[in-house]
């Protein structure tokens, strides 16, 4: 059983995040996007906070994600993932908590997807962008780490690759967004094991 709500060890978790060989990935026609991925800080532990995506976009409506988007002119991979969480959700990402990059994944949408891991306090305010965001919930690390992911064959545009779904109280985080929590509870175990 993974103890999650023992000291938190940031900067090894940071470290093991900056050494390790993280799967960088370049395909042709594919444009640089980052995500978010905000580690909550709770008194009774730690949680990941996901977002519903609004059911009136055009992609991925309805959709489990975290916040994020494509790289606007001259800005870094940090710089657009906080935006687009300040954007979607209204949260301000101080520098200081950004732990480190997991591995890139691809989109459909022809997006090479970077996540930055940072560490937020919680509890806060949030402000909801409806136009982007219809809902914001989260899951206990603890509960994610139990989980047993479903995982499924694919392949998008020659490059094949494994699907993993978690499912949590009706939702169902998969995708993209079920491979970064993969990848994300890989690295902390390697750190807390």
Not at 1 to 22: C, D, G, I, W
Request: with cysteine.
């Amino acid at each position: 059983m993974h103890q999650v709500t023992s000291p938190f060890n940031y900067q090894e978790l940071k470290a093991n995040l900056e050494t390790r060989q993280r799967e960088t990935m370049t395909i042709d026609e594919f444009r640089p996007a980052a995500v978010l991925v905000p580690l909550l800080k709770k008194e009774s532990g730690y949680e990941l906070l996901f977002t519903v995506r609004s059911s009136q976009l055009r992609s991925h409506a309805g959709q489990i994600s975290f916040p994020g988007g494509r790289l606007d002119e001259g800005e870094t991979i940090i710089d657009a993932a906080c935006r687009e969480t300040f954007e979607e959700i209204g949260i301000s990402i101080d520098r200081q908590h950004i732990l480190g990059f997991l591995d890139d994944h691809p989109s459909p949408a022809r997006y090479i997807v970077t996540p930055v891991l940072a560490l937020v306090s919680w509890p806060q305010p949030l402000c909801v962008n409806h136009c982007e965001v219809d809902e914001v919930f989260t899951v206990p690390l603890e509960t994610l780490l139990q989980l047993e992911p479903r995982a499924e064959d694919r392949e998008l545009r020659n490059y094949k690759r494994k699907l993993h779904y978690y499912d949590y109280q009706g939702y169902s985080i998969w995708g993209l967004t079920g491979n970064v929590v993969k990848n994300f509870l890989d690295v902390w175990r390697q750190v807390h094991e």
